[in-house]
């Protein structure tokens, strides 16, 4: 049998169930069937959206990097940040992978108008009052390793905080840090792969 989470992981959580020591994981806040595993991974330090299944062909569909996706993020960089900045991440910034430079895809970048309603995060960014801490939106159809904080960081303003919001149509909605959410078959499936089989 198949079984499909979507759970709101933490801030200082691994993205795994088998125990580190000194880091809280994944078991410490969830119980799911032994063949569950997270799709992918948030880092340690960042939160929110993360799928879980059993379903392999699912796995395949989301990590292999010629079948597209989107996932949005909420980042909160630190200083004001202009659309110069916004532009070129949405054209693309080289970064560093593996010790090789790597062109981002094209991505859709903004400056949120209104701060998104977010959980309180413990603990809290380092708050300078001197300095903004404005939240961007960014939308990206690849995950590489700590790829949000690179491309921030390459135009200039570090990531403070950072948060999945959504996988394609999942979506954290009202989700708290440590709520999971059980899914069906047909919903999961719908949800991610709809527009691409209309």
């Avoid at 992981?9 to 595993?37: C, M, W």
């Amino acid at each position: 049998m198949n079984y499909y989470f979507q759970l709101y992981k933490p801030y200082q959580v691994l993205s795994q169930f088998s125990r580190e020591e000194g880091k809280q994981t994944l078991a410490d806040f969830f119980e799911v069937p032994k063949d569950v595993y997270p799709v992918g991974r948030l880092d340690f330090d960042s939160e929110g959206l993360l799928l879980l299944t059993n379903d392999t062909q699912l796995n395949h569909r989301l990590l292999h990097p010629k079948f597209l996706h989107q996932r949005s993020y909420w980042v909160q960089v630190d200083g004001a940040i202009n659309e110069k900045a916004i532009t070129e991440l949405s054209n693309g910034v080289d970064i560093n992978l593996d010790g090789k430079i790597y062109r981002t895809k094209k991505a859709v970048a903004k400056i949120c108008d209104e701060d998104p309603i977010v959980p309180e995060r413990n603990p809290p960014i380092r708050f300078r009052k001197d300095i903004p801490a404005p939240w961007i939106e960014l939308i990206l159809s690849e995950g590489k390793n700590r790829q949000v904080r690179k491309m921030t960081a390459k135009v200039g303003f570090p990531t403070l905080r950072l948060i999945r919001n959504s996988i394609e149509d999942i979506r954290l909605n009202n989700m708290q840090p440590g709520e999971m959410i059980a899914l069906s078959e047909i919903e999961i499936y719908q949800k991610l792969f709809h527009k691409k089989q209309n």
